[in-house]
């Protein structure tokens, strides 16, 4: 085996987080479906479809750029650059954070 040939263990992490990625995105959209399923209705009608909204669309979101992504780190891998900085993680965990919160405010204010 050469010295050029890139190490497994790396492509296999790679492959970790874009599991992890599909993981979270189908946690994403059951979420979506579950609040506006299950959560009681609420004072403003249009919060719940909102919520549930925001949710699945952030998870189909990120499902289609995990992949994206994966294929962008394993090509930075192989060439031996640097791997490219996740600038999507950081939206996913804002939109998240706003539908906890709100969901939370929502279930305190229900009468």
Same mark, same amino acid.
């Given at each position: 085996?050469?010295?050029?040939?890139?190490?497994?263990?790396? $492509?296999?992490?790679?492959?970790?987080?874009?599991?992890?990625?599909?993981?979270? /995105?189908?946690?994403?959209?059951? /979420?979506?479906?579950?609040?506006?399923?299950?959560?009681?209705?609420?004072?403003?009608?249009?919060?719940?479809?909102?919520?549930?909204?925001?949710?699945?669309?952030?998870? /189909?979101? $990120?499902? +289609?750029?995990?992949?994206?992504?994966?294929?962008?780190?394993?090509?930075?891998?192989?060439?031996?650059?640097?791997?490219?900085?996740?600038?999507?993680?950081?939206?996913?965990?804002?939109?998240?954070?706003? +539908?906890?919160? +709100?969901?939370?405010?929502?279930?305190?204010?229900?009468?």
């Amino acid at each position: 085996m050469s010295d050029d040939r890139l190490d497994p263990r790396f $492509s296999l992490a790679n492959e970790r987080t874009y599991l992890a990625w599909l993981r979270t /995105s189908l946690g994403l959209v059951a /979420s979506g479906v579950a609040v506006e399923r299950f959560l009681p209705v609420l004072v403003f009608s249009w919060v719940r479809p909102a919520i549930g909204i925001l949710l699945v669309a952030v998870g /189909s979101l $990120s499902a +289609a750029l995990a992949h994206s992504r994966w294929q962008k780190v394993e090509a930075a891998l192989r060439a031996g650059e640097d791997v490219p900085a996740p600038r999507f993680a950081q939206a996913v965990a804002i939109a998240i954070a706003v +539908a906890g919160f +709100a969901v939370i405010l929502l279930l305190i204010w229900n009468p």
